[in-house]
């Protein structure tokens, strides 16, 4: 960016439905303002996915001048002044000016409307996002330099920062995913604040946390959040697991940088994923997140040997509960947890395979255990290298190439990426004259691990075979 937009430049990028509002409002004799994120987009070229306006009018007045013209209206954020509705396939939010305070125990705000555009700029996060374009005319107001912000890539506060902070501490989590998003650094100031003042995350709600955390593991620069999270102190608020990597390291006992390591693997995880219509969509939460997690077990199973090695033996089933422990504390859904957990869990089995080799019963089973996660499963595994030794990185790809390349020969020859026992639920109840309950589990079990053994096996065999473990149980009359 080097010279603001010309007017008709900026018209031709917004939605007609902008200036259909903005004739509505004026004619009324009302304000209106598109402001905040749609503004700071629209100058970085970007397409916001919101179109957020101010105004001097009340929320009953909005209302009425869009009644009748809007497709649907929501009030659910009158109390705070915003009134939202649906113009053809746009949706708009209108706020009426604010200038609220916080309850310092508490992020909740508590709402006094305000009179002038300046005054409800002042109240916002960031002076990137604390511009306003004054409608119809496309006025730029900037009262704080977000636009200057912008061209020098750093993020400031209006005021500052650390009163911004103390009203809503859930900004300096804010921070950092502008920094992951928009690759920008924040200001000194802005930092000094984050680090004093990261005990106040404390009052926020964890879902709260939660969503700006996704929001940053999905941007484009997810390392740089990351980072400001731990350097600032708050990744210990919100995420202890992914400071504690930074372990020391004995001068006598050397091992890689944890914690940049998983850094590195989480940017090469993303870098892996794939276009909208691909295996592994971008942004990926779930591959990510485990990337950044994978080894977070690790600080837990160090172990320093006699001969002067460092192991972390079992890291991956101790991380992939840590894993499940954090993201419940978090308020994630258990599909998402699952997911991440299991990628965990799964993330070092694939070692091994170059050297020894794998039987199809192991590839078999490597398939059944990943399920739904294989495309994410590879491209983790194929994240983690992050060797210097070229030979070395070399030979663990050229492994995992002959891996994917059985993954896929199996597959084709018996659907491997749906393995069920030969024979189901229904069969085995039949066979043996059983009613459902856990013994029908037990047989399915039974006849799945000979299918991950053995591949597809003939009906005749398939029952052979469910006999004669039939008859070595003890619920068995024979």
């Not at 013209?69 to 705070?80: L, Q, S």
């Amino acid at each position: 960016m080097q010279q603001l937009p010309a007017p008709a430049a900026l018209q031709r990028a917004l939605p007609g439905v902008v200036f259909d509002l903005a004739a509505r409002f004026t004619a009324a004799g009302h304000e209106l303002s598109l402001v905040g994120g749609p503004v700071r987009d629209l100058f970085l070229g970007r397409v916001s996915p919101d179109l957020d306006f101010t105004t001097d009018a009340t929320p009953e007045q909005t209302l009425e001048l869009v009644s009748g013209w809007a497709d649907a209206v929501w009030e659910i954020g009158r109390e705070f002044g915003t009134i939202a509705f649906r113009v053809g396939g746009a949706t708009l939010e209108v706020t009426t000016y604010r200038a609220e305070a916080y309850d310092p125990e508490s992020r909740k705000p508590v709402v006094a409307f305000g009179s002038s555009l300046e005054d409800d700029l002042y109240r916002r996060d960031f002076a990137m996002n604390a511009m306003a374009l004054r409608l119809p005319q496309l006025e730029l107001v900037d009262p704080f330099g977000g636009y200057t912000d912008l061209e020098a890539g750093v993020i400031r506060t209006p005021g500052a920062p650390s009163s911004s902070f103390s009203d809503d501490p859930l900004r300096m989590m804010r921070a950092a995913r502008f920094a992951s998003q928009l690759g920008m650094d924040v200001h000194d100031d802005v930092r000094s604040a984050m680090v004093g003042m990261a005990e106040r995350i404390a009052i926020i709600s964890a879902e709260r946390v939660r969503d700006e955390l996704v929001k940053l593991i999905c941007g484009d620069a997810p390392r740089a959040g990351v980072d400001l999270l731990v350097d600032t102190g708050l990744a210990e608020k919100v995420l202890p697991e992914v400071s504690a990597l930074k372990l020391e390291t004995d001068e006598h006992h050397r091992h890689k940088d944890v914690y940049q390591h998983s850094l590195q693997v989480l940017e090469q995880a993303a870098g892996l994923e794939t276009g909208p219509d691909g295996a592994v969509p971008a942004p990926d939460f779930v591959l990510r997140f485990a990337a950044l997690m994978h080894d977070v077990g690790k600080p837990a199973t160090r172990r320093f040997e006699s001969n002067g090695a460092v192991t972390f033996r079992h890291h991956d089933v101790v991380g992939s509960k840590l894993v499940k422990k954090r993201m419940r504390a978090l308020r994630f859904d258990n599909d998402t947890i699952k997911a991440v957990a299991r990628l965990v869990e799964l993330h070092m089995r694939f070692y091994g395979y170059g050297e020894a080799g794998w039987t199809d019963s192991a590839v078999r089973r490597y398939v059944n255990d990943a399920g739904d996660l294989l495309e994410r499963l590879h491209r983790l595994t194929r994240s983690d290298v992050t060797t210097r030794n070229r030979r070395k990185a070399e030979r663990l790809a050229h492994a995992y190439d002959d891996l994917e390349r059985r993954i896929a020969e199996l597959a084709e020859e018996e659907e491997l990426a749906a393995v069920r026992p030969d024979l189901d639920g229904e069969a085995i109840m039949a066979l043996l004259g059983i009613r459902p309950g856990p013994l029908v589990g037990r047989a399915y079990r039974h006849m799945l691990e000979l299918r991950l053994d053995h591949g597809p096996l003939e009906r005749e065999r398939a029952e052979a075979e469910l006999r004669a473990w039939w008859a070595e149980q003890p619920e068995s009359d024979g």
